[in-house]
């Protein structure tokens, strides 16, 4: 069953497993709906728990239900072995989440939400455990330049950041820490967020270019009629006017 819910997971959450790296003690699948990226994390070993995290009652019945028939070994247990992971459900609100009950690296992880709300869970977690090391990978889906803004205010460091097409829209994938201190002994060099990316338009084939070019353009038209409706958003505009994208063969 593990393999056969791997094989259905989508582009766009292959991309978010992708950037999953070792390391974490704790990783958070959140609004995880029926749970298949949590199950691929969960098939690989990538982290000793793994948690499935939504407030709908109903979907996190059925997804115990299945864990429990799947991946009984994994259950969780008094005395967990160190062999393999062990998942957890949580029928809770995110900006809840029991981070301060567990030691070690957490990820949060927050897909399949709009960027505003994204917000509110991001600063709601940051500020209920401003001493804990947690690291954030997001894909908002929308309202990516509030989102950008918004952790830039907490200052939060970029590890990475993606640029996905599924099923004809663009998403945009940040993994975002929100302790400094800690990232030279990381894989991947830490910078400052920018409002509009800097990584998503750096291109390494002609398929990803020509992706960035349409997500571009399209976020330019869509923040053009905003201003025609009387919104200000010139410094916004201005900002992805001013994206060049580099092509690197």
């Known amino acids: 069953m593990s393999q056969t819910l791997i094989m259905k997971i989508g582009k766009r959450l292959q991309h978010i497993d992708a950037m999953v790296a070792t390391g974490y003690t704790h990783i958070w699948d959140c609004c995880c709906d029926h749970g298949l990226l949590g199950a691929s994390l969960l098939s690989r070993q990538a982290a000793p728990f793994i948690h499935f995290v939504d407030i709908v009652p109903e979907l996190m019945g059925e997804l115990e239900t299945r864990l429990r028939r799947f991946y009984p070994a994994m259950a969780p247990h008094p005395s967990p072995s160190p062999a393999r992971s062990l998942w957890q459900v949580h029928c809770i609100d ?5 981070l301060s009950r567990h030691e070690g690296r957490q990820l949060v992880i927050i897909a399949g939400v709009g960027g505003d709300l994204m917000v509110q869970l991001v600063r709601a ?9 947690i690291d954030f990978l997001l894909c908002p889906v929308h309202h990516q330049f509030a989102l950008r803004r918004q ?4 200052d939060f460091q970029l590890l990475e950041e993606r640029l996905v097409e599924e099923n004809r829209r663009c998403y945009e994938l940040l993994l975002v820490s929100s302790k400094a201190r800690d990232m030279p002994s990381r894989c991947r060099v830490p910078c400052r967020v920018s409002t509009v990316g800097e ?14 070019s349409r997500y571009l353009s399209k976020t330019l038209a869509h923040y053009q009629r905003m201003q025609r409706g009387l919104d200000d958003v010139t410094p916004i505009i201005e900002a992805y006017q001013a994206v060049i994208i580099q092509a690197h063969r």
Not at 94 to 98: E, F, R, T
Not at 151 to 154: A, H, S
């Open 151 to 154: 952790l830039i205010k907490l």
């Open 125 to 133: 977690i940051h500020e209920a455990n401003p001493n804990a090391d």
């Open 94 to 98: 995110v900006a809840s989440l029991p």
């Open 199 to 212: 990584q998503i338009w750096q291109a390494h084939s002609p398929e990803q270019a020509d992706i960035a």
